[in-house]
């Protein structure tokens, strides 16, 4: 139901104030309710004003101290306050455009000391300072400003394109960083690996030919006690003819094809066992010496 008045009477709505005037010059704030008037008195409603929150929203395009070209949307919440609604009534022709023209003056003196990314961190306090502002101007004129908003921070088009950009950039880079941190980290742990996988080729190939040279020494002191008349010259002479041909075998059934040309025959056979003796012996007296 809205405000209805006549000449003698109106009904004032909720959330709403009358103003009562008498010949001409106020006379009372008018509360929600039903009203009689004395029209012979020179009594009568001059007019209805709603005490409900109202919203104002200003677009500012100003200049920041970088040079760029900004437009701000602003939003303004007031009302009329009702212990003074004469004054809102009498004093002012257009609360609104009033409002902007504050807002304007504000805005356009601080943000030109700021620059861009100060003014996004900052624009809480823009918006403080606008709301002090109109709270000491409008309250005079019987308006309370209720709340203010910063809602939006508009750079220029070729701008917010940059910004983009430099943004895209530098996730770029942080991106390569940590690629190239993880390729480091996979090599150095490939060459831990392979550090590790060759020292323990290392102690297997040495266990290996330890348990090589185990059993060779545990069949020639086998075969020495067994055969009566045999020395260990013989024996290891017999083993590493047996070496050989199972050699020659394994060269034989390999499916790789690999050529080898070894001198065959039983005195080359012999000549090989005389290589590593004397070998061997060498390697002793070089101990020896050393000692």
Known sequence: MGNTYCLLGGCIDQASVGVVERWGR????AEPGCHFFNPLAGQWLAGVLSTRINSLDVKIETKTKDNVF????CSIQYRVVKAAADDAFYELQNPREQIQAY??????????MMTLDALFEQKGEVAKSVLEELEKVMGAYGYSIEHILMVDILPDPSVRKAMNEINAAQRLQLASVYKGEAEKILQVKRAEAEAESKYLGGVGVARQRQAITDGLRENIMN???????TSAKEVMDL???TQYFDTM???????KNTTV??????G????????IRNGLMEAASANVSDA
């Open 103 to 112: 807002v304007f003056d504000v805005v356009r003196a601080l943000v030109p």
């Open 239 to 241: 083993i590493m003819i």
């Open 26 to 29: 106020f006379e009372h704030i």
């Open 268 to 275: 080359h056979v012999r000549d090989i066992s005389d290589q």
């Open 261 to 266: 040309f070894l001198p065959h025959g039983p």
């Open 223 to 229: 075969f020495s006690s067994k055969v009566e008349g």
């Open 70 to 73: 900004v437009q701000l949307v």
């Open 249 to 255: 075998r394994d060269l034989g059934n390999s499916s």
